[in-house]
């Protein structure tokens, strides 16, 4: 696996919190971020996965427009 340097901005009260609690528990700011970051992935994985159907995002914003302008089905009335 590939690894990137990024930079980061944190307010410098949270970087200090942030570096205390990283020497309080013995670890690396580093592996502290990486895993905060998977941890975020993981929760937005259906929406990858959702995204990464083609024309699906189109489809999407079709449908908020034809309920603006009053059209669409209730619930009851979609297909299984």
Known sequence: MKRVATTI?????K???LRALAGYEGRKINDILNELIDEYIERHKETLEL???PNF???C????EEIKKGGGKRLDELDD
Do not use: C, P, Y
């Not at 901005?9 to 009260?13: A, G, M, N, Q, Y």
């Not at 914003?61 to 908020?64: S, V, W, Y």
């Open 61 to 64: 914003k079709n449908g908020l």
């Open 57 to 59: 995002l189109q489809e």
């Open 9 to 13: 901005r944190l307010d410098e009260e």
């Open 15 to 17: 970087a200090k919190l």
């Open 51 to 53: 995204l990464s159907i």
